[in-house]
């Protein structure tokens, strides 16, 4: 992308919000900040509603939940990029559904979080590999039975290996694993939790 992405930021901790400006600003124009704030509500009320991609921590001091942020915040137009401290399952869980594009950690090298920023800013799902197990390793009450192979492939495939090298790791063909990922997918849509992208899945 050769266009200059903008971005905002919310978190409860000013002094995030002032590094989110620092290492942004080591990027020579290429990512700006337009807007930072304690609240998404205080964010979408002025510049940050028009931001290409605004940074989202979870767990904010106003009682405010994540999948409500995350829905106010996609309701207004900008993607979601989750910055959060917190790798806990049911939260990044709730994240994505509520529409969140990516999630990454806050500890993630600043690198990592700006290739996160022009991978959501392109509208393509970005999760950090850390994170991976959580959603190779679903202990939601409406989860559906998988056969051990299905298993076996979303886990592969939820660590990001692309289709081939999931085959090959699983010694069978990649129009098998594409099977076993659409018996997948149609297993959570039939439990009512439709997964149609890779990050959903």
Same mark, same amino acid.
């Given at each position: ?37 304690? %609240?998404?509500? /205080? ?5 940050? @509603?028009? #931001?290409?991609?605004?940074? !989202?921590? +979870?767990?904010?001091? *106003?009682? %405010?939940?994540? /999948? ?5 915040? @996609?309701? #207004?137009?900008?993607?979601? !990029?989750? +910055?959060?401290?917190? *790798? ?114």
């Amino acid at each position: 992308m050769t266009d200059v992405i903008s971005i905002a930021a919310v978190d409860d901790h000013p002094i995030i919000l002032d590094s989110v400006e620092n290492w942004v600003r080591a990027e020579h124009g290429e990512i700006q900040v337009v807007a930072t704030a304690a %609240t998404v509500a /205080e964010l979408l009320a002025g510049p940050g @509603r028009e #931001a290409d991609v605004v940074l !989202l921590d +979870l767990d904010l001091g *106003d009682g %405010t939940t994540p /999948e409500v942020n995350v829905a106010e915040i @996609r309701a #207004a137009g900008p993607e979601v !990029l989750v +910055l959060s401290a917190s *790798d806990r399952p049911p939260a990044v869980r709730a994240a994505i559904r509520a529409g969140a594009r990516g999630y990454a950690l806050k500890h993630e090298h600043a690198d990592t979080i700006r290739s996160a920023i022009r991978e959501v800013a392109a509208g393509r799902d970005w999760i950090s590999p850390r994170l991976a197990y959580i959603f190779a390793s679903d202990d939601a009450a409406d989860r559906p039975t998988l056969s051990n192979q299905e298993r076996r492939a979303l886990q592969l495939y939820a660590t990001g290996l692309p289709l081939k090298s999931v085959a090959k790791r699983m010694a069978i063909s990649e129009e098998t694993v594409k099977q076993y990922l659409g018996r997948v997918r149609q297993k959570y849509t039939v439990a009512g939790r439709a997964a149609p992208t890779k990050l959903e899945l």
